[in-house]
């Protein structure tokens, strides 16, 4: 369920905008560098601690399964007729319908400095959805305390494409930063 109560991947209706991103690479030599001596230590533990063999291949198997699903996730951003969605899929899946949308501008994300990392991420003042490091969506929604933030390939198309459903709609008023964009 999406964090306003719908399904995932909306009622069927076409896009306007679709985006994908991948991780960043240094997110997988990351975790390859932890999980690879990982492995083997708790290798190790598990036969100096004389753990029956049927476990071994179970916790090593997880151990190596982890860190693929992790690097092979994306970011997915579709831009439909009623709402933003947003997903981090299998994991994390959200959207924001357009009325509840004060401004949009875009901007430029460092995943560290920020927000402390990849992923969904909360810090004090936002929310991210981030795959990497460069040009972002930041979004000020109706009655909430931290900004959607996004990361993007393509930034500007992004930001416009909301927009562009925003005004379509009508029904709010666009912000200063908005009417700018």
């Not at 071994?56 to 969605?85: H, Y």
């Amino acid at each position: 369920m999406d964090t306003d109560g719908t399904r995932p991947g909306g009622g069927g209706e076409d896009a306007v905008l679709e985006q994908t991103q991948r991780l960043d690479p240094f997110v997988l030599k990351l975790v390859l560098a932890f999980e690879i001596p990982s492995v083997f230590i708790v290798g190790a533990l598990l036969v100096v601690s004389k753990t029956p063999w049927h476990v071994m291949p179970i916790v090593l198997g997880a151990m190596a399964v982890a860190p693929i699903i992790v690097t092979s996730t994306k970011l997915r951003v579709r831009v439909e007729a009623d709402r933003l969605r947003h997903a981090f899929p299998p994991f994390w899946f959200g959207s924001t319908r357009y009325s509840a949308i004060e401004s949009v501008e875009v901007v430029k994300v460092d995943a560290m400095r920020d927000f402390m990392g990849w992923g969904v991420k909360v810090v004090p003042k936002a929310t991210g959805y981030v795959a990497k490091s460069g040009g972002g969506v930041r979004i000020t929604r109706t009655g909430k305390k931290r900004a959607l933030v996004i990361t993007s390939d393509d930034a500007e198309a992004l930001a416009a494409a909301i927009l562009e459903r925003v005004v379509a709609l009508g029904d709010v008023q666009l912000g200063a930063e908005a009417r700018e964009s």
